[in-house]
């Protein structure tokens, strides 16, 4: 299930000459899925642009709006602000936008998912960070209808491999 360091760094060299495009995100998000043992689609990447977050991966999410960086319920901007990462084992509970919540990023054509089954139980989120300037937010999340449902809470472990994820993969958030 876990992925190693070297794996990630990898693909952070993989992917940085052509930055955080589409096919780039799809394959960070395969391999930060496989490494947390989450879904796909319980990976995000947001990118900052001008003030805003900006959702690369899920890609159903790019275009259903920005996060400017004063909206103080979201996570995600607390992630930039603060530069720390965090964990959220109880986020049904914690105040927090649900907007992007709403939005459906795990059926394929023709399938549909229960909404339940959608809304986001555990979160870790990180900032990514490169020369003492934050580029963007990575996110892993675990959904289910329960907490105990969506999988096993996050742990201090797991948040120090996202943290040395988001440190290697920075590189593909600069272009």
Do not use: W, Y
């Not at 899925?33 to 001008?50: D, S, W």
């Amino acid at each position: 299930m876990s992925t190693s360091p070297a794996a990630i760094a990898q693909l952070a060299a993989d992917c940085q000459p052509d930055g955080l495009t589409q096919k780039n995100s799809e394959k960070i998000a395969a391999e930060l899925a496989k490494t947390f043992g989450v879904q796909q689609e319980e990976v995000g990447l947001l990118r900052l642009e001008k003030e805003s977050l900006v959702f690369v991966h899920p890609v159903k999410l790019h275009n259903v709006g920005r996060i400017p960086l004063n909206s103080s319920s979201v996570v995600a901007v607390r992630t930039v602000n603060s530069r720390r990462p965090e964990i959220i084992n109880n986020f049904v509970r914690a105040r927090h936008a649900t907007f992007f919540e709403m939005v459906d990023v795990g059926s394929k054509p023709g399938q549909k998912k229960a909404k339940e089954e959608q809304v986001i139980q555990k979160l870790m989120s990180a900032p990514v960070i490169s020369m003492n300037k934050v580029l963007g937010v990575i996110q892993i999340c675990r959904k289910g209808l329960t907490g105990p449902a969506a999988g096993p809470d996050f742990s201090q472990a797991d948040l120090q491999k996202l943290a040395a994820a988001t440190a290697a993969l920075a590189k593909c958030f600069e272009k």
